[in-house]
């Protein structure tokens, strides 16, 4: 018979039993009643007959017990039986029971969730079909600063890199989508015809045909815009839907995997950037590149050809001595050794957050064990073998994993959830889905039930070891508090949390510092920063004027300025200018162009001079306004108010000087020279509205919007926020690690604190008798509280000491992310370790309490 | 016959005995108890409540199944039958026990 029907019986014969005893109870009184009947036949009288039957049919209750004995099936229901005790007591503890399945559940849950997101950002393979030949290509300016490409570049370099490969170029933009319903902002990019065909992007519908058809644009569309605006209608290859206000024809859509070349993007247009020129097109500097080599071509040469091409009379000038002008990242293929050490430098993480988790159940279960060698004792001393004890001890041990490790799932699934809404909204661009990864699940609840089933060992051993009548005569462990193995999970956890801790300390104050930098503007305004198109026909100075003019009439709004970008971002700050710095080399600078209240509604600080007024338009004397920073390049000590400097080859004369700004949208990144221009005077196309709001932005945009649609029924919003929300984005890398080691270091705390209690309760518990002859002989409640308090800072002082040195290789690992704080800085080690010691003093504190109850004459009675 | 002539049972031979006893008709097991007395000439005497111990064991290794029936005094009861492995089983067990006999015979005569 095969062993699965064996089991599967036998499992069944645990579940029947009742049915069992109920059939065999039937079937031996139907015997009985036979024989009885059989005798009487035979001549014997009722009653003797009944006796008769008894005697033949024999010991009936001996014979139900046999029949038992049968269907007994040793370990099942050995198993089962444990099972039932294992649960009676967890629940006989319950307090130390929720610790342990909480514990593990934030091991599991939280490791799980954290890393399944990291896999995903860090390592998800791109679906591009043979990644390694594909390049994105890097060129440096004059200055070393990275620049980005003109569609002029991408002309000469796809030339000069032909025989290599083949060059692609995009941009990214927003783009309007006509609706029936009204108008929508995609993200998308604007691209070289043969850019989708390059990175081997495979489409679910259509192809990737990205010209002319008929002399309409054809675009290719998203997965996930094709499900959503289009309903997944099949018919979509050749339809026609309206872009940016322009006819154009659908010729594929891309399958759901392919969202960008860039991580976590999806896009959801792509469009041949050659139909959408207009005038003046070529130069600006939006584009990418990506370039596909041919099989063998080395990527040095490739980029010392491509750098050539663009350098020289008529073209860039060439990158500061000792700078790659032009350089080939292999962005996309996964490099193998990178790969191996950022999976294992993941895997070390996890291991010591799950360490910590685990090292807490161990630890509990510890304690519990010294706490309940009598019952071991006593069940051996009534016959069940050793084994039979661990294996009860593994039994329960088992059982909490796998509570934890459920609970623990969903925990995982509700932080993805989270994870994944906060980071999509941080901008549109995102298309983040990370889902469970049930590698890393299987590790970490692996590692946890591994852990658990050691530290369940552990008493096992302790059982082995009994001395059986020593145990129950005294009924209370030795002396000792507790073995080296509790100290040394301690001590890890503490020195974990410690490092942790200090990480959150430190980024908490790059946070703050980061949080007081000014932008280049006030960063309390009331603002309502709104990216436009305008539709009309005007020139966009006419239009800023105009519509400024209406909405300041607004009730609620005080004032209203325009500019050409928004401070604070990457792209659109990307716009620079050269200025000729009087006996030195020219500099790049940044630049934007503002409206005459642009200073007064940002808040922007003056620090000499005037800003922009009307008379500054069109006809009058070129001005500008620069920062403090190019002032003292350009003009070191001297007032630079009346001065003349000549910025993209016009002079203009300096009217004012204001506070510096970061140059992109990392506050972390040190002042740069920057230029405001007059937004009469040079501006176009796209612009950005701030409106000051007299109380909350928010509630203005309604009415705002309503009355530049009845200015310009034209218009396009492109991105409608608060200033409040925009300093958020360029906050958040900052505000994100803050709150993750912030979250990871309390978590930390809290767990060593729970594992410290614990050990300290038991070992009060154990001590009552000493603790009794000690306050018997005079020792003063004070004396043993103290007494209490300084175990438990002694069991932590190496897990702390080892935690500031785990702190300080940390903290020289993230130097560069941290804004102003000095990896060897006093208050992170001092703030550090003092949260230890009161989390030491806080656990022991119950504990302690408890011990300055004791009752001496109790305790030594008790015995 | 008396007390004496009574053999121990070896647990395999009940096993054999009851096999054979059901190998023509399913039986109850007071039946069965009636029927191996019988096939012995009442010299292997089994305590009837030993009986069932040694039927829910062979139910158990899927030589014989049980069904619950009506006997041939209207009474309600559990019938016994031969499974198609227990039918194999008690050939092979029957060839072993005639070779096992017939050398034990031969040893016993020869000596």
Known sequence: ?863 | MGKDDKTDLLQGTLDMLILRALQHEPMHGFGISGRLRQMSDEVLQVEQGSLYPALYRLVDQGLIKSEWGVSENNRKARFYSLTAAGRRQLDAETANWAKLSAAINLVLRGA
């Open chain 1, 1 to 863: 018979m095969s062993i699965l029907r064996t089991v599967l019986r036998r499992l069944r014969s645990l579940f029947g039993r009742r049915r069992f005893e109920d059939e065999m109870a039937d079937e031996m009184r139907c015997h009985l009643e036979m024989q009885e009947a059989a005798n009487r036949t035979a001549g014997m009288d009722p009653d003797e007959a009944r006796c008769a039957a008894r005697r033949q049919f024999g010991h009936i209750d001996g014979a139900k017990e046999a029949a038992r004995d049968q269907r007994r099936l040793g370990l099942v229901e050995d198993l089962a039986r444990d099972l039932r005790f294992a649960v009676r007591m967890l629940a006989k503890t319950p307090g130390a029971t929720a610790l342990s399945i909480v514990s593990i559940a934030l091991g599991i849950g939280a490791t799980t969730a954290l890393f399944s997101l990291a896999d995903e950002v860090l390592f998800n393979p791109f679906p591009f079909p043979k990644p390694h030949e594909l390049y994105n290509v890097y060129a440096r300016d004059e200055h070393g600063r990275f620049v980005r490409f003109t569609w002029r570049d991408y002309e000469v370099m796809s030339q000069a890199g032909a025989s290599f490969g083949q060059l692609a170029a995009s941009s990214k933009h927003g783009f309007l989508l006509e609706r029936p319903d009204g108008e929508e902002t995609l993200a998308g990019r604007a691209v070289s015809s043969n850019m989708l065909t390059l990175i081997g992007a495979r489409t679910v519908l259509g192809g990737t045909a990205l010209g002319l058809a008929d002399g309409v644009p054809q675009v290719v569309i998203s997965h996930r815009l094709w499900r959503k605006d289009f309903s997944s209608a099949p018919s979509i290859v050749g339809r026609h839907i309206r872009v940016n206000r322009r006819d154009c024809v659908v010729s594929g859509v891309l399958r759901p995997d392919y969202g960008d070349i860039s991580r976590l993007m999806v896009l959801d247009l792509w469009i041949g950037a050659e139909t959408q020129f207009q005038k003046g097109q070529k130069d600006v500097d939006d584009y990418e590149f990506v370039m596909r080599l041919n099989p063998g071509v080395r990527p040095r040469a490739v980029a010392a050809a491509l750098d050539a091409s663009i350098r020289g009379p008529g073209g860039r000038r060439p990158a500061p001595v000792g700078v790659p002008g032009t350089r080939l990242g292999a962005d996309y293929s996964m490099n193998w050794t990178q790969k191996a050490i950022g999976g294992g430098v993941l895997l070390a993480l996890l291991s010591l957050l799950l360490f910590v988790s685990c090292a807490n159940v161990a630890q509990m279960k510890l304690a519990q064990a010294e706490a309940r060698k009598r019952e071991f004792a006593m069940r051996i001393a009534l016959g069940s073998g050793p084994w039979a004890v661990a294996r009860q001890l593994l039994i329960e041990a088992g059982l909490l994993s796998t509570i934890g490790a459920a609970w623990g799932v969903l925990l995982a699934q509700g932080l993805l959830y989270w994870l994944n809404l906060i980071i999509n909204s941080i901008t549109p661009w995102f298309g983040l889905q990370v889902r469970l990864d049930w590698d890393i699940l299987g590790f970490s609840a692996g590692a946890t039930a591994a852990a658990l089933l050691l530290a369940g060992l552990a008493p096992a051993r302790l059982v082995m070891k009994l001395d059986l009548t020593q145990v129950l005569q005294l009924g209370q462990g030795t002396g000792r508090t507790s073995g080296w193995l509790q100290r040394a999970l301690i001590s890890g956890q503490t020195a974990i949390s410690v490092a942790i801790f200090g990480l959150a300390v430190l980024f908490l104050q790059s946070f703050h510092h980061a949080a007081a930098v000014r932008p280049g503007f006030d960063p309390d305004k009331s603002l309502l920063v709104m990216n436009v198109a305008p539709g009309l026909g005007l020139s966009s100075g006419d239009w800023a004027n105009q519509a400024g003019e209406r909405l300041a009439a607004l009730p609620g709004v005080k004032g209203v300025a325009a500019a050409r970008c928004l401070p604070l971002t990457g792209s659109g700050n990307g716009q620079r200018v050269s200025v000729d710095i009087p006996g030195g080399a020219p500099l790049a600078c940044g630049v934007n162009s503002v409206g005459p209240n642009y200073f007064a509604v940002m808040g922007t600080r003056l620090l000499a001079g005037r800003g922009f007024e009307p008379r500054d338009a069109n006809g009058g004397t070129a001005v500008a306004v620069i920062s403090r920073e190019l002032a003292g390049c350009a003009f070191g000590g001297r007032d630079p108010i009346g001065e003349w400097l000549v910025i993209d080859g016009q002079k203009r004369q300096i009217t004012g000087v204001t506070e510096d700004l970061p140059p992109s949208a990392n506050l972390h990144e040190h002042p740069q020279p920057y230029v405001y221009l007059p937004y009469e005077q040079k501006g176009h196309g796209e612009l950005v509205l701030f409106v000051e709001a007299a109380q909350m932005p928010d509630s203005l945009a309604p009415s705002v919007r309503s009355e530049l649609k009845r200015f310009d029924p034209e218009i396009a919003f492109f991105q409608v926020k608060t200033l409040r929300q925009h300093l958020d984005f360029a906050l958040f890398p900052d505000r994100a690690a803050a709150l993750v080691t912030t979250t990871l270091g309390s978590l930390g705390f809290l767990l060593t604190a729970a594992g410290l209690f614990g050990v300290l309760q038991f070992a009060v518990n154990r001590r009552t008798r000493e603790i009794g002859v000690r306050m018997a002989l005079g020792a003063d409640r004070r004396e043993v509280r103290w007494m209490i308090l300084r175990e438990s800072l002694r069991t932590i002082a190496w897990g702390l000491v080892l935690g500031l040195v785990l702190l300080a290789m940390a903290a020289r690992f993230f130097k560069s992310a941290v804004l102003d704080v000095s990896p060897l800085d006093p208050w992170t080690y001092g703030i550090s370790a003092a949260a230890a010691v009161l989390v030491a003093l806080a656990a022991a504190w119950l504990p302690a309490l408890r011990a300055t109850k004791i009752d001496p004459v109790e305790a030594l009675r008790a015995e």
